[in-house]
């Protein structure tokens, strides 16, 4: 090999890539022409095998936002809304700073993707499990007690915690900072693996 060659190979080995973790990279990444992709990460995330994936938002459309019932009604864009397996409202949103009332900023996506799935005269059983997932590329200060990197969420009676009132509401948080530890105990985890 000349050195004419090596330099080559070298400065092709020094491109930089697109960080996933920004917003517009991210949905271009998970759009409807990587379906594969998306289902792989999603299926990693939730553990569970997705036969359908039907794409409110892959397509970036305006499907993203949120529905609002009156005007002056705050706006919510997400990044990433799917149907999974005709059973399950999802949405994934990648946050690259921690930003206040992020919790709440969550729980109110949730809020609406849930009941944004009934119209009038609907019956209440429609009502579909709705996931909200979150990666967030800093450390949740009311988390830092804990040690692993994917906590899930749902709503527990106070005193019986393992009673679970309705696995209609789930909630999936990802810490990327605590992902490297958890990655070198268990490289086989796929979920560390994406992340």
Same mark, same amino acid.
């Given at each position: 090999?000349?050195?004419?060659?090596?330099?080559?190979?070298?400065?092709?080995?020094?491109?930089?890539?697109? /960080?996933?973790? #920004? /917003?517009?990279?991210?949905? #271009?990444?998970?759009?409807?022409?990587?379906?594969?992709?998306?289902?792989?990460?999603?299926?990693?995330?939730?553990? $569970?095998?997705?036969?359908?994936?039907?794409?409110?938002?892959? &397509?970036?459309?305006?499907?993203?936002?949120?529905?609002?019932?009156?005007?002056?009604?705050?706006?919510?864009?997400?990044?990433?809304?799917?149907?999974?397996?005709?059973? %399950?409202?999802? /949405?994934?949103?990648?946050?690259?700073?921690?930003?206040?009332? $992020?919790?709440?900023? %969550?729980?109110?996506?949730?809020?609406?993707?849930?009941? &944004?799935?009934?119209? &009038?005269?609907?019956?209440?059983?429609?009502?579909?499990?709705? %996931?909200?997932?979150?990666?967030?590329?800093?450390?949740?200060?009311?988390?830092?007690?804990?040690?692993?990197?994917?906590?899930?969420?749902?709503?527990?009676?106070?005193?019986?915690?393992?009673?679970?009132?309705?696995?209609?509401?789930?909630?999936?948080? %990802?810490?990327?900072?605590?992902?490297?530890?958890?990655?070198?105990?268990?490289?086989?985890?796929?979920?560390?693996?994406?992340?």
């Amino acid at each position: 090999m000349n050195n004419e060659t090596i330099t080559e190979t070298s400065e092709q080995n020094n491109k930089k890539l697109l /960080d996933p973790k #920004i /917003d517009a990279v991210f949905q #271009i990444l998970f759009s409807k022409n990587n379906l594969d992709i998306t289902k792989a990460l999603l299926s990693a995330i939730l553990g $569970l095998e997705i036969k359908q994936l039907t794409n409110k938002t892959l &397509s970036l459309d305006l499907n993203k936002i949120l529905d609002r019932t009156y005007p002056l009604d705050k706006i919510g864009v997400l990044d990433l809304r799917a149907q999974i397996n005709n059973e %399950i409202e999802l /949405d994934l949103e990648m946050q690259m700073l921690n930003k206040e009332a $992020l919790i709440e900023r %969550i729980l109110w996506y949730w809020s609406k993707m849930y009941s &944004s799935q009934l119209s &009038s005269g609907d019956d209440y059983p429609k009502l579909k499990k709705t %996931i909200e997932i979150l990666i967030v590329n800093e450390p949740i200060p009311k988390l830092e007690t804990i040690e692993k990197p994917c906590t899930k969420w749902h709503i527990r009676e106070e005193e019986l915690c393992s009673f679970v009132l309705t696995n209609k509401l789930e909630i999936i948080i %990802i810490e990327l900072p605590k992902v490297k530890q958890a990655f070198l105990e268990k490289p086989e985890s796929l979920l560390y693996q994406w992340m």
